[in-house]
T-cell receptor, first 114, second 113 residues
Framework: DVKVTQSSRYLVKRTGEKVFLECVQD?????MFWYRQDPGLGLRLIYF???????EKGDIPEGYSVSREKKERFSLILESASTNQTSMYLC?????????????FGPGTRLTVL | AQSVAQPEDQVNVAEGNPLTVKCTYS??????LFWYVQYPNRGLQFLLK??????LVKGSYGFEAEFNKSQTSFHLKKPSALVSDSALYFC???????????FGAGTRLTVKP
């Protein structure tokens, strides 16, 4: 069974802290994605990666960075957390970019920044 | 730029009645269209997709969706709603040319017994 896991379901951090959100997939997918989900806004793409060490900015990359050192792992980094980054963060993966069929989502991390 | 709209924030139906969750898209060319469902405190689960072919697509849990090119719509439907269908539903579009995936804002479906 296909699986995307995220390191934490709930996380509480303080303003200014550096925050790491980890995502691991076991499907050998090339593509991995980080979204944030906010009520009324749906899912907005922060970053995606189509290969190891490759990354592309999504719609809202400001205040975030990513790391993909291994194919199965995609990390989202909040360099200095702010209260407006309080949100639900969803990781997803998919097979090759061309002929995208569907994405597989992790359970989400609900981050609260105080 | 492509976009997806879900015109209803909330849809309420009685158990056993048919349900429709609306989605319209604004994409040039031929989009790929998806429906996902999100249960409380869970990630998104794939329901169905349209890429090409038959305009009526059948998916998981008895859901189906109809692709209507003239109306640029991809509404999600089910003939008989269940209380367990209550969840947040997202429509999404993907355009191969620019590798762009877009999600709608979501529609909360509530099915009452």
């Amino acid at each position: 069974d296909v699986k995307v896991t995220q390191s934490s379901r709930y996380l509480v951090k303080r303003t200014g802290e550096k925050v790491f959100l980890e995502c691991v997939q076991d499907m050998d997918h090339e593509n991995m994605f980080w979204y944030r989900q906010d009520p009324g806004l749906g899912l907005r793409l922060i970053y995606f990666s189509y290969d190891v060490k490759m990354k592309e900015k999504g719609d809202i990359p400001e205040g975030y960075s990513v790391s993909r050192e291994k194919k199965e792992r995609f990390s989202l980094i909040l360099e200095s957390a702010s209260t407006n980054q309080t949100s639900m963060y969803l990781c997803a993966s998919s097979p090759t970019t061309l002929g995208l069929v569907r994405q597989y989502f992790g359970p989400g991390t609900r981050l609260t920044v105080l | 730029a492509q976009s997806v709209a879900q015109p209803e924030d909330q849809v309420n139906v009685a158990e056993g009645n048919p349900l429709t969750v609306k989605c319209t898209y604004s994409v040039s060319g031929n989009p790929y269209l998806f429906w996902y469902v999100q249960y409380p405190n869970r990630g998104l689960q794939f329901l169905l997709k349209y890429i090409t072919g038959d305009n009526l697509v059948k998916g998981s849990y008895g859901f189906e969706a109809e692709f209507n090119k003239s109306q640029t719509s991809f509404h999600l439907k089910k003939p008989s709603a269940l209380v367990s269908d209550s969840a947040l539903y997202f429509c999404a579009s993907y355009h191969e040319n620019n590798n762009d995936m877009r999600f709608g804002a979501g529609t909360r479906l509530t099915v009452k017994p």
